[in-house]
């Protein structure tokens, strides 16, 4: 028999736990590992993951036990497990030691089981946040910033929803921003008005790439916003830990204006690289201006004058240990975590949080006159404002000064971004509410380049997505964002290799299928689908194969190894898989004696194609919803748990369909309109050829919202108008309606010949 009894004086500190050892003998021979673990009063252990499975038994003392930011109290005499990879720590709530038995032992396939169904692991039923970053309305959105955290949220969201998720994408404007200023000055307008333009195009553009956030926040424009950004300031400045404090700055040796951002630039003091001020590019780190090798304004010519200036200024190295303890309780990639480590290297770090501008929210606070409310602290602050103007209009009562634990926050962003997003945020969050624990991953891009040069909205090196995008071109081109945007490293763009991924991956290999699919079901057995007969070993072995790519797809669009790169690989893979098969299977085809089997290749053929229209759907939706309608099926709106066939007895048209590039009927005589809409709606409806359709509005005529999404993309293939189900179910007769379409197409209809509007883009 062995006894261990527990003794204070012998316990060493470790996950923020005083851990005492129990001797068990050998943890070979037992099998398990066993401590005794004591949190003080006030104090908890450190947020952390293991695949050991894990169980405490309570000797004494209260609290709660966080998992996954599910807060269970707990006292003597419970026993709790933990499964493998749950993020738990223990929270002593009490006036007493909370002290605790825990046993852990490595189950190896329970741990596998738990890491090969990621799809939702961590969510539950917590609301999910997904934010893309803020773009600043100072141009339009570019290939760069949609390649990046535009698509990487709206993928991401799609795929979750599919799942069941409580989940939504978060967007906003990030007005304030001096780069808004300074455009301003350019274009000799008011910030405002500029914010006012480049919100729109930045909407628009989003639209046209299918990217609909279920939240924006204008910043400039929204009337609650200011005082809630003031009383998020005086919650920092009120604890004590935000201060005044004279510090060094840049000012013009001319007109004493003071310079920051993209007013000054010069070395960055870390890695020597050209910069602007605040932060680098290229290493991530911040800098002070002050601080930069060979300051130089970006007008003027005058050298900057050094001086001093009292700004409300954050210690942030004294929130090293709260940032690091951070990164443990959501997904932190090691990129993020090593520039954290590099920052918080430096003996001080103080940060400004006021600046002298006009273009800002000034704070309550009257003593720093003319300055304004760092546009960085917005950031932090617009996302959890962000989740409470989603609330209100959800009737969900979340709020800014009482943000909660199981708030599951999701970011996309730049690494550019990672100091802002990563570091200070969390930090300004642990002063203003003290009490909350962010639950956050970061989802971390590089940069995208544009023929070998950074794409950059000031200097307008960029190819605009309004310029690109249109109804027909919008499917290949989030296909080929995902397949090439920088998840791991830098990696460039070019117009001509989009056009040839497009043209030889997307239609000579995928639609080719798809058609040459449909003509052989046509010719064989009369476009119905035929059920499935006798099983070779051959047919049983694609059906794993394509079971495998299906929980491949969820692995890459989960939340844990989000990756856009693998997810085109995955789709492309259940192609390749599908051609190779269709060639081992087409010497049987015609053989009469071997019918049998020969529909079974059919048949797994068509749930390949099935299968492609569910795992596209959140990466190329018009594309999944238009090859699910050809196969007869309904649009995909579930993640699929296994692979199935297409019900035998169905219709499919696949044999002609155009899924990429232009329709080659796309651009008919504004007048032919009517006719081929009424000829449409009868055909749907099943009237007679003569029924008179044209005075009459869709739903009075009896179309059902389902005919109406048909119709919608009936008449984007035709006529390249990207008609609302809304509209088509509005006010407007048949005849308004194709007058609307005709009066909405001539804007649709830059299909196919992209480069010369890329020159200009490129140009301008
Ligand atoms: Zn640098």
């Not at 962010?438 to 190819?463: C, M, Q, W």
């Not at 058609?515 to 694609?542: C, K, M, Q």
């Not at 599908?578 to 749930?607: H, M, V, Y």
């Amino acid at each position: 028999m062995i006894i261990s009894s527990y003794d204070a004086n012998s316990l060493h500190r470790s996950f923020g736990i005083d851990l005492g050892e129990i001797d068990m003998g050998a943890v070979e021979s037992f099998g398990v590992g066993a401590n005794w673990g004591r949190v003080g009063p006030g104090r908890h252990s450190d947020p952390h993951q293991h695949d050991e499975t894990e169980t405490f038994v309570i000797v004494s003392g209260t609290g709660v036990i966080v998992v996954d930011a599910k807060r269970t109290p707990v006292s003597s005499g419970m026993v709790l497990q933990f499964e493998p990879f749950e993020t738990h720590y223990l929270d002593n709530t009490g006036t007493t030691d909370l002290l605790f038995a825990t046993f852990y032992w490595r189950d190896s396939p329970r741990a596998s089981r738990v890491a090969t169904t990621a799809v939702r692991r961590r969510f539950g039923d917590r609301p999910v946040f997904a934010f893309s970053t803020p773009p600043t309305p100072n141009g339009g959105l570019h290939i760069g910033h949609l390649s990046g955290p535009y698509l990487g949220t709206d993928v991401f969201v799609r795929f979750q929803r599919m799942n069941g998720a409580n989940v939504w994408h978060l967007a906003a404007t990030d007005d304030f921003q001096s780069y808004v200023a300074s455009c301003a000055r350019r274009e000799g307008r008011s910030p405002a008005e500029v914010a006012a333009h480049y919100a729109a195009d930045i909407t628009q553009t989003l639209r046209l790439m299918d990217i609909e956030p279920d939240q924006i926040t204008h910043t400039s424009r929204d009337e609650r916003y200011p005082d809630a950004l003031r009383a998020f300031f005086s919650r920092l400045v009120d604890t004590g830990r935000v201060t005044r404090q004279e510090g060094a700055a840049l000012f013009d040796g001319e007109t004493g204006r003071y310079l920051y951002e993209p007013d000054i630039g010069g070395g960055c003091p870390t890695c020597g690289s050209s910069t602007g001020g605040n932060i680098c590019e290229e290493c991530g780190e911040p800098n002070f201006c002050v601080d930069l090798v060979e300051p130089r304004p970006t007008s003027g010519t005058a050298e900057p004058r050094s001086g001093t200036i009292t700004r409300y200024t954050l210690p942030l190295h004294d929130l090293r240990a709260d940032v690091l303890e951070h990164h443990h309780v959501g997904r932190a990639p090691a990129r993020l975590r090593e520039l954290a480590n590099r920052v918080f290297a430096r003996e001080r770090l103080d940060v400004a949080l006021t600046h002298p501008s006009a273009w800002g929210v000034p704070p309550t606070q009257q003593d720093v006159p003319g300055q304004v409310i760092w546009v960085w602290i917005e950031l932090a602050f617009g996302f959890i404002y962000g989740i409470e103007s989603l609330g209100r209009r959800l009737g969900i009562d979340w709020r800014t000064d009482a943000p909660q634990d199981d708030w599951k926050i999701v970011h996309f962003l730049g690494y550019d971004n990672t100091f802002y997003h990563s570091i200070l945020s969390p930090a300004l969050y642990k002063i203003a509410s003290p009490d909350w624990i962010p639950d956050v991953d970061y989802n971390v891009n590089e940069f995208y380049l544009l023929d070998g040069d950074k794409f950059s909205t000031s200097r307008r090196h960029a190819i605009w997505g309004k310029d690109l995008l249109n109804p027909q071109s919008v499917d290949g081109i989030r296909y080929y964002l995902a397949r090439t945007r920088p998840e791991t490293r830098r990696t460039n763009f070019t117009l001509a290799e989009y056009e040839t991924v497009v043209r030889e991956t997307l239609v000579d290999t995928w639609q080719r299928w798809l058609n040459d699919l449909g003509a052989r079901v046509e010719r064989r057995h009369g476009s119905i689908v035929p059920d499935a007969g006798i099983w070779t070993p051959e047919h049983t072995a694609f059906l794993a194969r394509l079971e495998n790519r299906l929980s491949a797809m969820a692995e890459c669009l989960g939340p844990d190894g989000f990756s856009l790169n693998r997810a085109a690989q995955t789709l492309d893979g259940i192609v390749e898989d599908t051609l190779r098969f269709s060639r081992l299977e087409d010497p049987l085809g015609d053989i009469e004696d071997a019918k049998n089997e020969a529909r079974t290749a059919i048949a797994l053929e068509l749930a390949a194609a099935k299968l492609l229209a569910h795992c596209a759907a959140p990466v190329m939706p018009r594309f999944a919803a238009r090859l699910a309608g050809a196969l007869g099926i309904e649009p995909p709106t579930q993640w699929p748990r296994l692979v199935t066939l297409v019900p035998p007895g169905t219709k499919v048209n696949l044999e002609r369909q155009v899924f990429f590039g232009a329709q080659p009927d796309a651009q008919g005589p504004p007048g032919s309109v009517l006719p081929w809409l009424s000829g449409l709606i009868r055909e749907a409806l099943q009237l007679p050829e003569d029924a008179e359709v044209a005075a009459a509005t869709l739903v009075a005529l009896g179309v059902k919202s389902m005919q109406a999404i048909a119709l919608q993309y009936q008449i984007l293939e035709r006529t390249g108008a990207d008609v609302s189900v809304e509209d088509l179910l509005g006010e407007r007769t048949v005849a308004e309606l194709a007058a609307f379409l005709s009066s909405l197409s001539p804007n649709n209809s830059h299909t196919g010949n992209l480069a010369p509007m890329a020159e200009e883009a490129v140009g301008a």
